[in-house]
C-alpha cells in the first residue's frame, strides 16, 4: 500500500528543527535564517495564500493548523515524485525535507534519483548532507536537520544529536 500521510515521527522532526520544538516561542512572525518571513512550525504562506509579514500573531492551535496544511502540499509532492514503493520512514524523511526546502527542490534532486533508482542505497544519505546551504551560506541548523532526515530515512526513529 502507498504512503500517502507523514506519521508522528515527521511532524516531530520538523517541530524541532522549525521551532526548537516549542511553538509556543514562535506565535509571532519572525525572520528565518534564510531571511523569510515565517510563524509557527515553519510556515511562509498561510494557507488562504497570503505570506506571512512582519507583526502577524498566531495560536498555537492556529501554528499547528498551518503546519498540516503546508504538510499536504509536501505529502504530495513526494507522492508524486517518488516512482518507488516507500517505507513509512522514508516517505517521513523526504516530506521533512520537501516541506523545509520545497517540492522543485526534491523534484530535480540527485537525492530523488537515487530514491527512485534504489530507495535502500547507502548513498542517499549524502545526498541530504547537501542541501545544508541558504543564500550560499552553510547553516549549521540545516546541517543537523539534513543529519536527522537521512537518519529516520535509514534508521526509522528520530535522533537529534547531532
Known amino acids: 500500500m502507498k504512503i500517502t500521510k507523514v506519521s508522528g515521527n515527521c511532524i516531530k522532526l520538523i517541530e524541532h528543527y522549525e521551532c526548537s520544538g516549542d511553538v509556543g516561542r514562535y506565535l509571532t512572525a519572525y525572520k528565518c535564517p534564510a531571511g523569510v518571513w515565517t510563524i509557527g512550525i515553519g510556515t511562509t504562506v498561510y494557507p ?14 492556529q501554528a499547528f493548523e498551518y503546519l ?4 499536504t502540499q509536501a505529502e504530495e509532492d513526494v ?27 526534491l523534484k530535480g534532486s540527485t537525492l530523488l534519483k537515487k530514491v527512485n533508482a534504489n530507495p535502500n542505497d547507502p548513498t542517499i544519505e549524502a545526498e541530504f548532507n547537501k542541501w545544508v546551504y541558504a543564500n550560499k551560506v552553510k547553516l549549521p541548523g540545516l546541517v543537523k536537520r539534513r543529519k ?15
Open 148 to 162: 536527522a532526515e537521512a537518519w529516520l530515512y535509514f534508521h526509522g526513529i528520530n535522533n537529534f544529536n547531532f
Open 48 to 61: 488562504n495564500g497570503t505570506k506571512v509579514k512582519p507583526g502577524d500573531k498566531c495560536t498555537v492551535e
Open 79 to 105: 507522492c508524486q515524485a517518488a516512482k518507488v514503493q516507500l517505507t513509512q520512514q522514508q516517505f517521513d524523511a523526504l516530506v521533512s525535507f520537501t516541506y523545509n526546502l520545497g517540492g522543485l527542490s
Open 68 to 71: 498540516r496544511h503546508d504538510l
